[in-house]
């Protein structure tokens, strides 16, 4: 495995075409990513200027606990379907 496969595989997993990565996966990575960042950034700016309110806090906190409820039953839902595909490409035989 290279840096360059890497990428590649990466890129592949954006297009249409097969890929060694799961888009779902990444995209949901890329989400939860680009969230944090903005939690975090909205969390310190407004501890530095002494103006975060508990419910700003609860509103922030309330959106990680979102994220992480969506992001299980979206998990359990794709192992779910993979294990029905299999058990479907068993039983056509």
């Known amino acids: 495995m290279t840096f ?5 595989e990466l890129l592949l ?3 249409n ?10 995209e949901r990575f890329f ?3 680009t969230m944090l960042l903005s939690a975090n950034v909205y969390l310190w700016y407004h501890i530095f200027q002494c103006t975060l309110t508990s419910t700003d806090l609860m ?3 309330g959106g990680f606990l979102g994220y992480a409820g969506f992001s299980i039953i979206q998990s359990r ?3 779910t379907n993979g294990q029905e595909s299999i058990n ?3 039983t056509s035989e």
């Open 77 to 79: 839902k794709d192992k």
């Open 13 to 15: 997993t954006l297009s």
């Open 17 to 26: 075409q097969k890929s060694f990565f799961s888009s779902k996966k990444i």
């Open 88 to 90: 479907n490409q068993g």
């Open 59 to 61: 509103i922030v906190v």
């Open 31 to 33: 989400a939860f990513g």
């Open 4 to 8: 360059k496969w890497f990428f590649k």
